[in-house]
């Protein structure tokens, strides 16, 4: 299997442009797409990498306005939209060649880029797939294409790799009430129960919540 880590940038993007703006990182995943009377249209699921309050809802009350987002539903750090593409905006169709596998979400940075990884048994299909980017994109800097090995490759709807001290995280979180609403615990709290600091104990629920939030998002969106 070969991937390849791509730097993107494309000023239309409704995600990256305002992770930039609001200064907050947003991982993101492909859903799908379909066509209705000759109008296309995508659809894409979104995760706030941040615990800053204020600036997730200036982001999404400025998201409602944009005149493109035909559909959004919001639920905690979790979003979910539908885009109407223009002509400019087609490219996005590219995201959804048969050939491709994304096996993690996209990283939209505040820095104005997006960090794709794209895997293919194939190194020709990702070529292809990076030659019909560059028409589109304003930057499309291809970081590395390795190949590597099955037993190396992470795809987080199959095999969600979490380590000892992010399932613990997960787990003190969980059993403390983080996950209800409103929430009965602050990160501070669940990190003197975990006697870690609290950036420390952020990170690794993070990381953790990154991990597993593909697999169970694609799990419930089947039973749906």
């Not at 799908?32 to 000759?38: A, C, F, I, P």
């Not at 944009?66 to 995201?95: C, P, W």
């Not at 602050?186 to 919540?209: P, W, Y």
Request: glycine letters at 2%; hydrophobic letters at 35%; aromatic letters at 12%.
């Amino acid at each position: 299997m070969w991937i390849a880590k791509i730097r993107l940038k494309h000023k239309d993007c409704p995600i990256t442009t305002r992770c930039e703006m609001f200064n907050i990182p947003v991982l993101s995943y492909p859903m799908g797409w379909y066509e209705e009377r000759g109008v296309k249209y995508a659809t894409t699921i979104c995760f706030f990498e941040t615990t800053n309050k204020e600036a997730k809802l200036r982001f999404l009350e400025d998201v409602k306005n944009d005149k493109r987002i035909t559909n959004l539903d919001i639920s905690g750090d979790v979003f979910i939209y539908e885009i109407k593409l223009t002509k400019g905006a087609q490219h996005l169709m590219l995201y959804y060649e048969k050939k491709l596998l994304f096996p993690k979400p996209v990283v939209n940075s505040p820095d104005g880029n997006e960090y794709w990884e794209v895997a293919s048994w194939k190194k020709e299909d990702i070529q292809i797939f990076i030659n019909q980017l560059k028409k589109s994109m304003n930057v499309c800097q291809v970081l590395n294409i390795n190949q590597t090995k099955l037993s190396e490759f992470y795809f987080p709807n199959v095999m969600p790799n979490i380590s000892k001290e992010q399932k613990n995280a997960l787990k003190i979180a969980y059993n403390n009430n983080y996950y209800s609403y409103p929430r009965k615990i602050s990160i501070e709290n669940l990190a003197k129960l975990a006697k870690k600091s609290t950036s420390t104990f952020q990170e690794h629920l993070r990381k953790a919540e990154i991990k597993i939030m593909p697999n169970f998002i694609a799990n419930y969106l089947i039973k749906k």
